[in-house]
């Protein structure tokens, strides 16, 4: 799941230094012994606390204060009465920083881990992570409710004995359909494809794809003139096309997976990989698609699409955010009107089926320290507790109720100025906005968000489940396969993105090329596939 949701892929970290945030207030303000009202009735926050929080973002910086800077975390740490130290990480740094701190016992008091099941046992097995209180999931009922959303909270509890980490839920208060698709959605222009003769569909086949990317670089509706490359997209996203025909390609999940004779299979080597190689090969020579899309970083491929108007097609979020940060840029950049130019298009396998491994439905786990004192412990528990309540979550994502939202019966009213984002104008990210279930849960209610985006965000991840079977698009993902560890599997590891993109703009023949690959790598993959069917 690593760079997963989100939302949270898209944005840039400042790295390196930490921020010791300012003295907070010690006691003035903070909520007593049966101040306030709701959740913080009869409780007592009068003593002071500072604790240390290490996160990956996106967008720790040096000039924000998460303590005292702004109207909403003074609000937070004074009802709460703590000072947090943050401790910021990149996505590069992330897992192998906090690796090590974890196994020197050097661990902040609180923080995201990158969760990997088998590390996770050994640092549960050895003590360098804090266990839980027994009784916590009575004495923290919120808290404990949204953790469960997230399947691998019991099976851990089980499998250590006892809680040590508390995954954080993609979706738990709204979630859209039973089968979780991850995000990647194909953005086209209509008005391109209107000029060129070419019908959208609501969900298209990859050779549709290309097709629609054919006729529209011959017509050029757009102008953009005899390098017109119509599909711009780095290669992250690019390989999308590869899960789109092989959901177990390997792209933001597992690459092997159970076939229908009960074997398990590497997806790489699948006759589905060839299919879509082939496809994408002799579109990438026939100059559909950018000649150096391996070279592209987030976000040019975007800025290419809504910036420069040059690319007629990009894969990115589905996601309400997304729409209208590519609404918003249209009519700045370019003048258009969105709803008159783009379309969300679901991507279809050559089969006519969606394609996608299940989402496990978390995304980082929060975890302590063992040198953590129980004090810290419960104060951080029970603010993890209150973000995951209705009236916490409303805080969160629509900021101050009364000032920036109100409710009208049950509907959200958002207060905020037209283009006015709620995470600019506060220090939200990253330290509260995930603090446990992830802003991806809110899309479908937030105010701050066209309710046309907000549908069709839904509508998407329906559409997806209803274009799949069971075998295209399982239910729940092969927890053989998520929990695998071993040191064969760590040395298969690659980055399936990169080396599907090789192979993409590889001269010669993409089948002798594929073969060949598939025979050199087949020495790391077949230990793998042999533990797993022994299991």
Same mark, same amino acid.
């Not at 298209?204 to 990317?213: C, F, G, N, T």
């Given at each position: 799941?690593?760079?997963?949701?989100?939302?949270?892929?898209?944005?840039?970290?400042?790295?390196?230094?930490?921020?010791?945030?300012?003295?907070?207030?010690?006691?003035?303000?903070?909520?007593?012994?049966?101040?306030?009202?709701?959740?913080?009735?009869?409780?007592?926050?009068?003593? !002071?606390?500072?604790?240390?929080?290490?996160?990956?973002?996106?967008?720790?910086?040096?000039?924000?204060?998460?303590?005292?800077?702004?109207?909403?975390?003074?609000?937070?740490?004074?009802?709460?009465?703590?000072?947090?130290?943050?401790?910021?990480? @990149?996505?590069?740094?992330?897992?192998?920083?906090?690796?090590?701190?974890?196994?020197?016992?050097?661990?902040?008091?609180?923080?995201?881990?990158?969760?990997?099941?088998?590390?996770?046992?050994?640092?549960?097995?050895?003590?360098?992570?804090?266990?839980?209180?027994?009784?916590?999931?009575?004495?923290?009922?919120?808290?404990?409710?949204?953790?469960?959303?997230?399947?691998?909270?019991?099976?851990?509890?089980?499998?250590?004995?006892?809680?040590?980490?508390?995954?954080?839920?993609?979706?738990?208060?709204?979630?859209?359909?039973?089968?979780?698709?991850?995000?990647?959605?194909?953005?086209?222009?209509?008005?391109?494809?209107?000029?060129?003769?070419?019908?959208?569909?609501?969900?298209?086949?990859?050779?549709?794809?290309?097709?629609?990317?054919?006729?529209?670089?011959?017509?050029?509706?757009?102008?953009?003139? +005899?390098?017109?490359? +119509?599909?711009?997209?780095?290669?992250?996203?690019?390989?999308?096309?590869?899960? /789109?025909?092989?959901?177990?390609?390997?792209?933001?999940?597992?690459? /092997?997976?159970?076939?229908?004779?009960?074997?398990?299979?590497?997806?790489?080597?699948?006759?589905?990989?060839?299919? @879509?190689?082939?496809?994408?090969?002799?579109?990438?020579?026939?100059?559909?698609?950018?000649?150096?899309? /391996?070279?592209?970083?987030?976000?040019?491929?975007?800025?290419?699409?809504?910036?420069?108007?040059?690319?007629?097609?990009?894969?990115?979020?589905?996601?309400?955010?997304?729409?209208?940060?590519?609404?918003? !840029?249209?009519?700045?950049?370019?003048?258009?009107?969105?709803?008159?130019?783009?379309?969300?298009?679901?991507?279809?396998?050559?089969?006519?089926?969606? !394609?996608?491994?299940?989402?496990?439905?978390?995304?980082?786990?929060?975890?302590?320290?063992?040198?953590?004192?129980?004090?810290?412990?419960?104060?951080?528990?029970?603010?993890?507790?209150?973000?995951?309540?209705?009236?916490?979550?409303?805080?969160i994502r629509c900021g101050i109720k009364g000032v920036d939202w109100e409710l009208n019966g049950t509907e959200?009213?958002?207060?905020?100025?037209?283009?006015?984002?709620?995470?600019?104008?506060?220090?939200?990210?990253?330290?509260?906005?995930?603090?446990?279930?992830?802003?991806?849960?809110?899309?479908?209610?937030?105010?701050?968000?066209?309710?046309?985006?907000?549908?069709?965000?839904?509508?998407?991840?329906?559409?997806?489940?209803?274009?799949?079977?069971?075998?295209?698009? +399982?239910?729940? +993902?092969?927890?053989?396969?998520?929990?695998?560890?071993?040191?064969?599997?760590?040395?298969?590891?690659?980055?399936?993105?990169?080396?599907?993109?090789?192979?993409?703009?590889?001269p010669g023949d993409p089948e002798a090329n594929w073969r060949t690959w598939v025979n050199e790598k087949m020495?790391?993959?077949?230990?793998?596939?042999?533990?797993?069917?022994?299991?």
């Amino acid at each position: 799941m690593k760079k997963l949701t989100l939302i949270t892929a898209i944005f840039v970290l400042a790295a390196g230094l930490v921020f010791a945030g300012g003295g907070g207030d010690k006691g003035g303000g903070s909520r007593a012994s049966g101040a306030g009202e709701g959740w913080f009735a009869g409780r007592n926050f009068s003593k !002071h606390l500072d604790i240390e929080f290490a996160s990956p973002g996106p967008g720790i910086d040096e000039g924000k204060d998460y303590n005292n800077g702004d109207d909403w975390v003074k609000k937070w740490t004074r009802n709460f009465n703590i000072t947090f130290n943050i401790t910021p990480f @990149t996505w590069e740094n992330w897992a192998e920083r906090l690796r090590i701190w974890i196994n020197s016992g050097d661990a902040p008091e609180m923080f995201v881990y990158d969760y990997n099941h088998g590390e996770a046992q050994n640092y549960a097995e050895q003590g360098l992570v804090k266990k839980l209180p027994g009784d916590w999931k009575t004495k923290y009922p919120n808290l404990a409710r949204a953790a469960a959303d997230a399947p691998l909270s019991a099976m851990t509890e089980k499998a250590f004995g006892g809680t040590y980490f508390l995954f954080r839920p993609i979706y738990s208060n709204n979630r859209p359909t039973d089968k979780l698709s991850p995000h990647a959605s194909l953005y086209l222009r209509k008005d391109w494809a209107k000029a060129a003769g070419v019908q959208i569909k609501s969900a298209m086949k990859i050779s549709e794809i290309l097709d629609y990317a054919r006729k529209v670089k011959a017509a050029d509706p757009g102008k953009v003139g +005899p390098n017109f490359t +119509p599909i711009v997209v780095r290669t992250g996203n690019f390989s999308y096309f590869f899960h /789109y025909n092989n959901g177990f390609a390997g792209i933001n999940g597992p690459t /092997y997976y159970k076939g229908s004779d009960g074997k398990y299979r590497w997806a790489g080597a699948d006759q589905s990989t060839l299919q @879509t190689l082939r496809l994408l090969s002799a579109a990438y020579r026939e100059g559909l698609i950018d000649r150096e899309f /391996y070279t592209i970083q987030d976000p040019d491929d975007l800025g290419a699409f809504y910036t420069s108007g040059r690319s007629a097609a990009i894969i990115t979020d589905g996601m309400a955010w997304r729409m209208t940060e590519v609404e918003q !840029h249209f009519k700045a950049d370019l003048g258009l009107n969105y709803e008159d130019v783009v379309e969300v298009v679901t991507v279809l396998g050559e089969d006519g089926y969606y !394609h996608a491994a299940p989402l496990t439905n978390f995304w980082g786990a929060m975890a302590f320290s063992p040198k953590i004192s129980n004090e810290k412990l419960d104060r951080a528990l029970q603010m993890l507790d209150y973000s995951c309540t209705e009236e916490g979550q409303l805080e969160i994502r629509c900021g101050i109720k009364g000032v920036d939202w109100e409710l009208n019966g049950t509907e959200i009213v958002s207060h905020l100025k037209s283009g006015e984002s709620l995470w600019d104008k506060y220090a939200l990210l990253p330290v509260y906005v995930n603090m446990l279930i992830l802003s991806d849960d809110f899309q479908f209610r937030d105010p701050n968000y066209k309710a046309v985006f907000r549908n069709k965000t839904k509508e998407n991840y329906v559409l997806r489940a209803n274009s799949s079977t069971s075998q295209t698009f +399982p239910a729940e +993902p092969d927890w053989n396969v998520v929990l695998h560890s071993s040191r064969a599997l760590n040395l298969a590891s690659m980055v399936m993105a990169d080396e599907y993109a090789a192979l993409v703009i590889k001269p010669g023949d993409p089948e002798a090329n594929w073969r060949t690959w598939v025979n050199e790598k087949m020495p790391l993959i077949q230990p793998v596939l042999d533990e797993l069917n022994a299991k």
